[in-house]
């Protein structure tokens, strides 16, 4: 984040391609168009992906481009497959560009059901949050042209979305509940589709609604639950901090608080929150508020899982955005690196620069001794 430097990392997200579209011959025959950024983008997979991640290509023109690039492809199937994997794990894409990716490939006349349904899979384990996982579930099922392979998607996706649940313990368990919950609906509907007594159509629409209700359920889940002690809710995920620290000259020069709380030992995924020691120590800020104009910092809050989800900042007059709702505490205690911090209820969506587009919830309880680092 680091607003005090004035670095700001620019990163365009377009609008989440989540609706599936049809192309009629002409698009699908149309020329080649050169766009400001002199990108062909007719059969290059790579500059069509570039494209979108500049902004310059962007929902039904995006999709029709990836489905000609992949359908064109000199690759076999793993190859086909595999640029598509890279998409969806590359750190630099932005979420529009990974969901036109994927579901390009469902409409792919080259690539097989069987490498659909891995892609999918691929999407679930390769996507931050479970609202995004939902969301790339969604758009690949009503991007597929035949009703039992859709029907096959769901089922495998909330396998593999079950299967990570599980494997991150008991901190999960009402989310994996409510999966289970889903999954077995679901699974009842397919059973009166083959049976003959349920609508293909009707039990797919029906299907979708669950799906959205699901990610409702779990993001809803998040801003309302109470973390435990040194952890954080996002999205109705808990998150255990593995390592706790500040800025250390901003605090001994500026008594400025520039705190990173991490959730992985590679210390690329964090939430990064910062104060003035000041004007906000001990006191409960407004998340939903820019703060009136004075010298020194403003409270910021960043996010990274390790794609920025959000990025938050309360100096008037910029364009950064705040939260939709929650309060922030940051309390140091004594003259040395021991903190309390308690962020509650948040709701926040950052678009652009300032985050993936999508709302997150989230909620974070820390108390202890913060290591000193310079970030």
Wanted: aromatic residues 6%; proline residues 2%.
């Amino acid at each position: 984040m680091k607003m005090k430097r004035n670095c700001f990392l620019s990163v365009a997200v377009a609008l989440i391609v989540t609706v599936p579209v049809l192309f009629n011959a002409c698009q699908e025959d149309a020329p080649e168009i050169n766009y400001t950024l002199n990108v062909s983008v007719v059969n290059d997979f790579s500059a069509v992906v570039d494209a979108i991640n500049d902004g310059a290509l962007k929902n039904e023109a995006a999709i029709g481009k990836l489905v000609q690039a992949i359908d064109k492809m000199n690759a076999d199937q793993a190859g086909k497959i595999e640029a598509v994997v890279n998409v969806l794990n590359a750190l630099d894409n932005t979420l529009d560009a990974k969901l036109a990716a994927l579901e390009a490939a469902m409409q792919a006349q080259t690539l097989s059901l069987e490498g659909k349904l891995d892609l999918i899979k691929a999407a679930i384990e390769a996507l931050p949050d479970y609202t995004s996982k939902l969301d790339a579930l969604v758009a690949a099922i009503e991007a597929l042209p035949d009703y039992s392979d859709k029907l096959d998607a769901v089922v495998n996706a909330l396998d593999a979305m079950a299967a990570q649940v599980d494997a991150l313990g008991g901190s999960q368990d009402a989310i994996a509940g409510k999966i289970a919950d889903v999954t077995e609906a679901i699974n009842d509907l397919i059973a009166s589709v083959n049976s003959g007594n349920t609508d293909t159509a009707k039990a797919l629409a029906a299907i979708v609604a669950m799906l959205e209700e699901l990610k409702e359920a779990i993001s809803s889940g998040g801003g309302g639950e109470t973390p435990g002690d040194n952890s954080v809710v996002l999205d109705g995920e808990t998150l255990t901090i593995v390592r706790a620290a500040i800025d250390k000259s901003d605090l001994e020069e500026d008594n400025f608080y520039d705190i990173y709380f991490f959730f992985s030992e590679e210390n690329d995924k964090f939430i990064e929150i910062m104060a003035n020691g000041q004007l906000h120590d001990g006191k409960t800020l407004d998340l939903t508020q820019k703060e009136d104009a004075h010298a020194g910092w403003f409270w910021a809050v960043e996010m990274r899982t390790p794609q920025r989800l959000f990025m938050t900042y309360a100096e008037p007059g910029k364009d950064y955005p705040v939260f939709l709702s929650g309060t922030l505490l940051v309390k140091r205690i004594g003259t040395g690196t021991e903190f309390e911090v308690t962020l509650k209820d948040g709701k926040v969506k950052g678009i652009g620069r300032f985050g993936d587009g999508l709302e997150h919830t989230i909620s974070l309880n820390y108390k202890g001794t913060l290591d000193f680092g310079e970030f």
